[in-house]
């Protein structure tokens, strides 16, 4: 825009053919030719309108006075042109416009000549091969424009409002071809009279209506007056509107963003003005391209190592789309898998997957993957792929798995599934896979007694699936014989191997307990925690709901409380704490920050007399096996899976 109007706002030719030659030379690519000739065809009279059009421009954009921003500046412009040029004319002067220095309409003598001279189809045309070629181009490259302006509009538009480009697109059809219809030239938005009606001011689609009959108007009745406006003043308006359409803040935006993305951006800027607006969003969508498929070749396929309680596992998660670009990185991660480990390839986020990466993987899955003996698991692979899910082993906790694991292993399992929940690191688990190999049998490994609060789900926290864990939820985690018995079964009859009391911050059982509310049911429930109120006795005043922290007091006596319960009132489970078959431990889950921790009660157990040290003993015990061994399960699964380490 700014390099084409440049010859209108400087009027480099005195000669009308000659300014003719020099615009249709710049209309369909860059032309340097009518700049080179600036430094003896310049016109001072333009040169002067245009700089006094420029400073108008400049200063109506940066004031902030209210009348200045409610008048539009172009129309003072355009105004200012004609009196500056009326000037020039009325004193004789050297820098008086005339034509081709003017707007130059055909004069009309009412709508009857205006009609006439409309020239209406050549119907005999149909035949000739070249009409359906330029409707072609003039179509796609319209249709290209009008995106583009439309996006421009958006960005342009202060409210950010959206315009439906299908919707764009029909509506330019249709009038293309009624304006045909009737001789008109082809109809496209162009961002020349968007960008100028939103710096106008405009906020509405009428805007653009009332444009169009304005100018029809305008044609119709004052030509005479528009052909006494200087170009350069049109000229000034569309170079200070192109200034701001490719003004420097939009390529260190665009800079900003990466090489990848500048240097598409550069490369269809330089091309549109050098060629045409088709060549050049083509040479830019080449150049787009060529990074899109230079960034999936890099893209990273990383193997993610998962610790479940059955070993470690590895999973290579394919990407969203997966092309012959990725074969190297693919081979590469495959190749790194270790002899006798466990590998699971997973197509579930997968929607394109190359033929040649299936060869890959079927090669994978039939040689090298027996030659390793790597079990193997192949899940959401789609139907019409050439290869489908299989599967090698399962991750859900057996019963053979169970029978050597000891509590504090457990419990070290369980202190790594709260650490994946904490870091979003949890495990891809295969729903439907769990749901089959844990609907005949179940061996979980813990039970965890917890509130029924919505905000403590428990196997979410501890990022545990199907089969892993018995849940026994009761308001404010106590005990009664129900849950006893639950407890007992999950123990002494399923196999489980630690019992976790599981209390949580701004607990509402805990608070109502506070506050002695009484009321239905609730009444007898909440009495099995005033044990723990009674107990604190460091609060002496404001022992309501309010204090936040004597609530955390109560909340952990409660714990305590239920440990005790649990560990007296049941023969079975006391016995086989006694005996180290199982393990008892007590843990608050904080619902503000989503940590559990689990708290060493046994000196406060040990506290309590002889009937709880050996309790206290037994869970300070676990807690330091479980501790000291951070890394004892990885170590003891990496000896499972390679002897190499061995």
């Not at 014989?481 to 009859?493: G, K, P, Q, R």
């Amino acid at each position: 825009m700014i390099i084409k109007q440049l010859p209108l706002a400087f009027t480099l030719s005195t000669d009308l053919k000659e300014l003719k030659a020099h615009l249709l030379e710049s209309t369909e690519s860059l032309a340097f030719n009518p700049l080179y000739d600036l430094s003896y065809h310049i016109n001072e009279g333009a040169a002067i309108i245009s700089l006094v059009s420029f400073a108008i421009l400049i200063y109506a954009d940066k004031a902030k006075t209210a009348w200045v921003q409610s008048i539009p500046a172009p129309i003072i412009v355009v105004i200012l042109g004609i009196l500056l040029n009326e000037v020039f004319i009325f004193s004789g002067s050297s820098f008086a416009q005339n034509n081709p220095h003017l707007v130059n309409i055909p004069q009309q003598d009412g709508f009857a000549d205006f009609f006439s001279q409309l020239e209406f189809p050549a119907w005999a045309s149909w035949t000739n091969p070249k009409i359906y070629l330029y409707a072609f181009i003039i179509a796609t490259v319209a249709s290209l424009e009008s995106l583009l302006n439309v996006k421009a509009g958006e960005k342009l538009d202060k409210k950010r409002r959206y315009c439906s480009k299908d919707r764009e697109l029909v509506a330019q059809g249709c009038g293309n071809l009624l304006a045909g219809l009737i001789g008109g030239i082809p109809i496209t938005s162009v961002i020349v009279r968007t960008s100028v009606n939103i710096q106008s001011g405009a906020k509405t689609k009428l805007s653009a209506v009332l444009h169009g009959i304005y100018i029809l108007l305008a044609v119709l009745l004052i030509s005479n007056w528009l052909n006494k406006i200087p170009l350069s003043s049109l000229a000034s308006i569309l170079i200070f509107t192109g200034y701001k359409l490719t003004k420097p803040s939009i390529y260190k935006a665009a800079y900003e963003q990466g090489m990848d993305r500048f240097i598409p951006f550069l490369a269809t800027v330089v091309s549109i003005v050098a060629f045409n607006l088709l060549v050049g969003i083509l040479i830019g969508l080449a150049i787009s391209l060529f990074y899109i498929l230079k960034s999936n070749s890099r893209a990273r396929l990383d193997i993610i190592k998962e610790i479940y309680p059955t070993g470690i596992t590895n999973r290579l998660v394919l990407p969203q789309q997966i092309t012959f670009l990725n074969k190297a990185s693919l081979v590469a991660e495959l190749d790194s898998i270790p002899k006798n480990s466990q590998l699971i390839i997973d197509a579930r986020y997968s929607n394109y997957i190359d033929k040649e990466i299936i060869e890959l993987l079927k090669e994978f899955r039939e040689e090298q993957a027996p030659l390793k003996q790597i079990a193997l698991n192949l899940i959401g692979f789609q139907d019409h792929y050439d290869i489908h899910n299989h599967i090698d082993f399962i991750n859900v906790t057996t019963y053979d798995v169970l029978a050597t694991l000891e509590p504090y292993q457990v419990l070290r399992i369980l202190q790594e599934g709260s650490q994946r929940f904490l870091q979003d690191t949890r495990i891809h688990r295969s729903t439907k896979i769990d749901i089959q190999y844990t609907a005949e049998t179940q061996h979980p490994m813990a039970v965890i007694l917890g509130c029924i609060d919505s905000r403590v789900p428990v196997e979410t926290i501890f990022d545990m699936s199907f089969g892993d864990l018995f849940c026994v939820r009761v308001a404010g985690n106590v005990v009664n014989d129900d849950v006893l018995a639950s407890i007992e079964y999950a123990c002494h009859v399923v196999g489980a191997k630690l019992i976790v009391v599981l209390g949580h911050t701004r607990c509402g059982a805990i608070q109502a307990a506070c506050d002695s509310v009484e009321k239905g049911h609730i009444t007898q429930l909440l009495d099995k925690i005033k044990p723990a109120i009674a107990a604190e006795t460091d609060t002496k005043t404001n022992r309501t709901s309010k204090n936040i922290e004597f609530v955390g007091h109560i909340t952990e006596l409660n714990v305590i409380n239920t440990l005790k319960q649990i560990y007296n009132d049941s023969d079975i489970l006391r016995g086989m704490i006694n005996h180290e078959d199982i393990a008892i431990v007590g843990a608050i889950y904080d619902v503000t920050t989503g940590k559990v921790s689990f708290n060493d009660y046994s000196k406060a157990l040990k506290q309590q007399g002889e009937t709880y040290k050996l309790l206290g003993e037994k869970m300070e015990k676990v807690l330091t096996e479980a501790n000291r061994s951070q890394s004892s399960v990885e170590r003891n699964r990496k000896l499972k899976l390679d002897p190499e380490i061995i």
